[in-house]
């Protein structure tokens, strides 16, 4: 089984930055395809970013350029650096993990999520 727990958030003004950890437990960090979403009351939970087994990455458009997703596979842990953080920001960041090899409707592992909020 694979565990996720998330770190990192808190409260910072706007044009700040952050960086969230995720911590990965169990077999197989480095071929899981790894990705940070969030999710705001009421909305639904966007995908941030992400990163697979190669090192390839993606990002939402809101989020490009400001953004960086990174992995330290000695560590089992898959980073989110926030730069230039906006009020928009503010959510609940979760990171997740999925298995590329296991079936379309498997949603893969959840953390239990981290706060960030941007506010002067």
């Known amino acids: 089984q694979v565990q996720l727990v998330e770190s990192g958030g808190g409260l910072v003004q706007p044009g700040g930055s952050l960086r969230l950890s995720c911590a990965f437990s169990?077999?197989?960090?480095?071929?899981?395809?790894m990705a940070w979403y969030r999710q705001t009351p009421g909305l639904q939970r966007e995908l941030v970013a992400l990163?697979?087994?190669?090192?390839?990455?993606n990002y939402a458009d809101s989020v490009r350029g400001r953004f960086t997703i990174s992995r330290d596979i000695a560590k089992n842990t898959v980073y989110l650096q926030m730069n230039s953080l906006k009020p928009e920001d503010t959510a609940v960041y979760l990171c997740?993990?999925?298995?590329?090899?296991?079936?379309?409707?498997?949603?893969?592992?959840w953390g239990q999520g981290t706060q960030v909020t941007v506010s002067s």
């Open positions: 169990g077999i197989g960090f480095s071929i899981h395809i």
């Open positions: 997740n993990a999925r298995n590329p090899r296991a079936s379309r409707d498997d949603n893969g592992f």
């Open positions: 990163i697979n087994a190669g090192g390839g990455t």
